[in-house]
């Protein structure tokens, strides 16, 4: 499995973003998808998760209200809609697949990693 995240940007904030994840492999509507964020000098942490249907969803709490995890399983995709964007929120944006959980926040539970996209927000 191949992933490949996209949509990041500069973003004043209060703004909005969407971010995209393609994957490969003809098996994608039966991952668990997540997305996680490092900003610089800390550690990758979970920001929110969705099952292989996409009817279940969880999310960090620092994120909860404004970001929105999605799926399309036609387009092997899966969507990360980040509102009103905070300087705080400024990191890499990796996806992750994985193939035996349903939904999860644990890194170490995913199999495949993207490489990231970059949000800067400025204030």
Same mark, same amino acid.
Request: aromatic letters at 14%; hydrophobic letters at 35%.
């Given at each position: ?25 003809? *098996? ?39 970001? *929105? ?7 092997? *995709? ?46």
């Amino acid at each position: 499995v191949q992933l490949q995240a996209f949509g990041g940007g500069l973003v004043q904030a209060g703004g909005s973003l969407r971010l995209s994840c393609a994957a490969s492999g003809r *098996t994608f509507s039966s991952y668990g998808l997540g997305w996680f964020r490092q900003a610089p000098g800390k550690e990758r942490e979970f920001v929110a998760a969705v099952n292989w249907s996409g009817r279940n969803t969880d999310y960090a709490d620092s994120v909860k209200g404004r970001f *929105t995890i999605s799926r399309d399983n036609a387009k092997n *995709t899966v969507y990360l809609r980040i509102n009103s964007l905070k300087p705080e929120d400024t990191a890499v944006y990796y996806c992750a697949a994985d193939i035996s959980y349903g939904l999860t926040s644990r890194a170490y539970d995913y199999d495949y990693w993207g490489q990231g996209t970059e949000v800067t927000v400025s204030s």
